[in-house]
Structures are given as structure tokens and as C-alpha cells.
């Protein structure tokens, strides 16, 4: 299965892309992410030379809702409940995440003890993550298990309609915008096993983040003290070695080494890629196909690597 990772869309490249794949279509469009605007693709059909069909997630989804109040009242609870979740576990990466820079800034007594202190400390991040994913998924499973979207009629019509679709496309393609919603229509409407885990995937932004094992939210301009990426939810698994980062030039900063070296390391063995304006990334069975991929290394720095290349988490820090 081919998938195909490229930056944010601001100057699309996107007919070039299927151009040069050879792709001709029909391609499936996902917009859920554009939310209230996901039907405004005419642009978007135009790029992929007026072979689109737009599957129509996000309204779907309000279609589901609409028709089915107790499981959109669930749907809301569960939601409500993963997103208490989210801020609590993200207050204790936050403390752990000023930690280490303090621990950084430390210039008096060993520097191999202080390394030690570092790594223990980015142990601790990997351990929140862990627990968060486990509390994640035992709190989906529980929503699954009471309404599982197969069994419910307001359902069952829509993920036969979007499986149709899919079987007359050759190609999907996913845009980015509102990762949340993107990833809970995603989800509602079982889209991988429908289809698109079948077919060649072009996507970008939110796009790019929910073909991963696990989303990761990040943003280095918090408000609220030092920013700390975030792992969010199970995504669709097509790219289980890759952390997908749109945007990492304005989102990140980049040229502070010693939070750059904390991201990669603690979500090695995993690749931490930077998906800014320009990038293309063509990915075979969830591998980067080819060495030379813009990557953050282990000691903080943007590099090149990839499946002949450097791998994360392969050299200490700076």
C-alpha cells in the first residue's frame, strides 16, 4: 500500500503529485476536518481534475446525531470525558516537561549525573504517555462495547454508502483542518477496513496525523508554560512508525535542540517527521519508501534519514 505524506496545501501541489503516480482516478475525497465547510472542494476536485467524490464524513456524522439522540448524548459524554482526560494528563507533562529544562539549564555538578536525571525524566513522559493511551482506549472500548456503531440503523446505511464509494475509487485523498473531528468520523464510519487501507492515500496536515498509530498534538507557543506534545488517540494505524508533524517549522522550535532531542527521543523507536511546505513523502507498507527524509534526530537536529538512513533515537543528546 502506497501513501503518500506531503506539507500543508497553501501552494497546492497536489496535481503534480497524482500526476506523477500515474494516478487517474477516481479518487475518494475525506474533509471531515473542514467540518462545516467539508462540501467546499471545488478547488480541491479541481486538482484531481474533476475525478473527486467527496465521502461526505462530517456530514454523515451530523446525520447520525441527528437521527440517533441517545448515542449522539453518549457520543458527547465520551468526548466530555476524554477531553478532562487530555488537559489532566497534559498538566503532569507539562510539569515534567519544566523539569527537564531546568534540569538542561543546571550548569554546576556532573554532567553525566544530570544526563541521567534527563533521561530518567524523559522516561517519566514516555510512561504518561503510555497510561494516557491505556485510560484512552479502555474509555472508547467501554463506548464501543454499550453502542457499537455496526448494530445501530442510524449507522449501518451510511458505512454501506461510503463503502460503495470507496470501491468505485481508486485513490483517497485526506485534507487536514479539525484533527478531532476528522479522526471521530474516521472512526464512525470504519473507513480503513471499508476501503482506504486498500488503496493509495494522499494526505496532509490532520490528514497526514491520523494515518499514524498515535496522534500527536504539539504547538512549542503555548500560553500556559512550556509546550509539550501531546499523544492524543489511536489513529488509523497505516503509518504505525511515524510521528506525522504538519507545519514543524511555525509549530516547533526547531532550533532549540535540547526540546527537539526530548520529542524524538521519547517517542523513538518512531520517526519524528517534520511535514512542512514542500515535503512529499512517499511511504510503502508504512515505511518511508526512500533514504534522505527531512527527520528531528535524537541530539535535537533536523536531519536526513530514513529507511537507509539515521534512526530516531540512535545517538544520545547534545
Known amino acids: ?52 467524490h467527496n465521502l461526505s464524513l462530517w456530514h454523515r456524522m451530523q446525520q447520525v446525531f441527528e437521527a440517533d439522540p441517545q448515542y449522539a448524548a453518549a457520543h458527547r459524554q465520551r468526548r466530555a470525558d476524554l477531553l478532562e482526560m487530555q488537559d489532566l494528563y497534559v498538566h503532569g507533562l507539562r510539569h515534567t516537561m519544566a ?75 485526506i485534507t487536514g483542518g479539525h484533527v478531532v473531528e476528522l479522526l471521530d468520523a474516521l472512526h464512525l464510519f470504519n473507513v480503513a477496513p471499508a476501503g482506504v487501507e486498500q488503496r493509495p492515500v494522499v494526505a496532509w496536515s490532520a490528514g497526514a496525523m491520523v494515518l499514524t498509530s498515535h496522534v500527536v498534538l504539539f504547538g512549542d507557543h503555548a500560553v500556559r508554560g512550556p509546550g509539550c506534545p501531546e499523544v492524543f488517540d489511536r489513529g488509523l494505524g497505516l503509518l504505525p512508525g511515524i510521528v506525522a508533524l504538519p507545519s514543524a517549522s511555525q509549530r516547533l522550535e526547531l532550533h532549540d535542540r535540547f526540546r527537539m532531542s526530548v520529542l524524538s527521543r521519547r517517542f523513538a523507536p518512531d520517526l519524528s517527521l517534520p511535514l512542512d511546505p514542500g515535503t512529499r513523502i512517499v511511504c510503502e507498507r508504512g515505511k518511508p519508501l526512500a533514504a534522505g527524509i527531512r527527520l528531528i534526530g535524537a541530539d535535537g537536529t533536523v536531519t536526513t534519514g ?10 544520545p543528546p547534545a
Open 306 to 315: 530514513g529507511e537507509d538512513g539515521a534512526q530516531a533515537g540512535d545517538q
Open 99 to 173: 523539569a527537564l529544562i531546568e534540569l538542561n539549564d543546571r550548569t554546576e555538578g556532573s554532567i553525566t549525573l544530570r544526563h541521567m536525571a534527563i533521561d530518567d525524566a524523559i522516561a517519566i513522559m514516555r510512561g504518561l504517555d503510555s497510561q494516557h493511551m491505556r485510560r484512552v482506549a479502555e474509555v472508547q472500548q467501554a463506548f464501543y462495547d454499550a453502542y457499537p456503531p455496526h448494530e445501530r440503523e442510524s449507522v449501518q446505511g451510511h458505512r454501506a454508502e461510503v463503502a460503495r464509494i470507496l470501491a468505485d475509487c481508486s485513490a483517497v485523498v
Open 1 to 52: 500500500m502506497t501513501v503518500v505524506l506531503l506539507g500543508p496545501q497553501r501552494r497546492p501541489s497536489l496535481h503534480g503529485l497524482v500526476t506523477s503516480m500515474g494516478w487517474e482516478g477516481p479518487f475518494a475525497t475525506i474533509t471531515a476536518g473542514w467540518q462545516e465547510r467539508e462540501l467546499a472542494d471545488a478547488e480541491l476536485d479541481e486538482h484531481l481534475g474533476g475525478r473527486s
